[in-house]
């Protein structure tokens, strides 16, 4: 009988040892998740087995609560109760790893590769820039500008923004160079027209180009290349298409300016200002033209030249109407001009008049 106490007796405690352990081991769980959630600290603290446990704090209240629900009672399948908290805290660490994982691939997904950027992306902004630098004026264009915005944005924000400035410089390099093509077949009599259309396309098409490109121009051509984005591009123009034919346009443009209305003078006043636009140093090549168009482009008048004035003047007049332009009705005077021609009578009745 002794021997039967004395084995039950052991097996009991052999019983109750197993059971503080797997406790022990749930308080240890519980307490490597409650570190988990806290920030660390300055502090080296014991190790969390090591720790007694607290039962008079909120976090010993816990882990009791936590202890007597992890209740060590055989089930009908053999299993134990405790293993049913174990796979639920298991399940929520294998779900928040699904989480980060997930929050990961969403984060990769939008990396936007070099690959993309040519084939998504910069395809759409081509097919932009194509239509914007050969619309004419007034022209509808269905393009949707806040996707190209967003384009660029997009591009800009995953470091693509070198490599969309020189595939933007390069583009319109090719476009100019066809335009400059082009022109060098033109006529004579429509070389001044057709250099006035290029011009003032182009310029027209910078007005939305620019734009749509500002975030660009902001965060890495003022900022990396200290420059600026509508310089670089008017820049461009006169290198690729003015400066190849601003020796062959200025003759024409001063033999039109000897024939009054040759060119209309809209057509004359938009070129004359662009060229100045473009390079105001060409302006040396025919200040007499310049100065019709830009103010302040002579030095002042002086009393000696009054009279050098006044004979340029009469020869336009003459030219005017000798291109069948008169002057009028002479008849009716301004009323200072009576009293000069038709002496003290009219100026009596003038008087009396009123």
Known sequence: MEEESMEEEGGSSSSYEAMMDDQNHNNWEAGVDGYRQQPPTGHAQAPLGDRPLDRKGPRGQQQQEAAEEIQMVPEANGLLRGCDSA?????????ATININT??????????????????????????????????????????????????????CQQHSEQMYSDLIKKITNHLERVSKELQASPPDLYIERFN?????????????????????????????????????????????????????????????????????????????????????????????????????????????????????????????QNGFTRGDQSRKRAGEELTYNGSSTCASSRGYR
């Not at 796979?87 to 779900?95: R, T």
């Not at 949707?144 to 967003?150: C, G, H």
């Not at 990396?224 to 346009?249: G, M, P, Q």
């Open 197 to 321: 259309i290029a011009l003032g396309q182009y310029m027209g098409a910078l007005q939305s180009i620019v734009p749509l490109f500002i975030y660009m121009n902001k965060f890495y051509i003022e900022t990396k290349l200290n420059r600026d984005l509508k310089d670089d591009l008017i820049k461009l123009f006169t290198e690729h298409v003015a400066e190849k034919h601003i020796y062959s346009l200025m003759p024409l443009l001063l033999d039109a300016q000897s024939t009054p209305f040759q060119i209309t003078p809209s057509t004359m006043a938009n070129i004359v200002k662009g060229l100045y636009t473009l390079r105001p140093e060409w302006v040396q090549m025919a200040p007499a033209l310049f100065s019709k168009f830009i103010p302040n482009i002579l030095p002042p008048a002086v009393e000696s030249e009054l009279q050098e004035y006044a004979a340029q003047d009469q020869k336009l007049q003459r030219e005017l109407m």
């Open 103 to 156: 929050s990961t691939s969403k984060f990769l997904m939008n990396v936007i590769t070099i690959e993309d950027y040519k084939s998504t992306y910069w395809p759409k902004l081509d097919s932009a820039i194509d239509q914007l630098l050969t619309q004419s004026p007034g022209d509808y264009i269905p393009i949707s500008y806040e996707q190209i915005y967003s384009c660029v944005y997009k591009c800009v």
């Open 87 to 95: 796979a639920a805290k298991g399940g929520a660490v294998a779900a």
